[in-house]
């Protein structure tokens, strides 16, 4: 739902030709039903949406057991960068996810 909230308002403040929007695969790692409702979501908004695939990187972490704060800081946010380079990222994470300051 943040993330949502997040590309609704980049979109009204951007316009829809600036934002682009990034799932990030985790394979057998995800729910079954995730990539459905993001595809349904980018289109709902009518935005464009990439895929960064990182499921095999996912087994590593979970070598030690679940661990999310690593998933989010080692996978996602590489996977958004993956994709968005330079550009500036909004994210729907929250503090507790990015275990710093900076991400």
């Known amino acids: 739902m943040d993330s949502t909230i997040a590309a609704f308002l980049a979109k009204e403040a951007l316009g829809p030709e600036k934002v682009k929007l990034v799932n990030v695969l985790f394979g057998p790692f ?17 935005l464009e949406i990439y895929f960064a695939d990182k499921h095999q990187s996912q087994y590593e972490i979970m070598k030690k057991g679940p661990n999310c704060n690593q998933c989010t800081r080692k996978l996602k946010m590489s996977g958004v960068r993956d994709v968005a380079g330079d550009s500036l990222v909004a994210t729907g994470a929250n503090q507790s996810d990015s275990w710093e300051k900076h991400v």
């Open 30 to 46: 995800a729910y079954s039903k995730s990539v459905e409702s993001v595809l349904k979501t980018a289109e709902d908004l009518g």
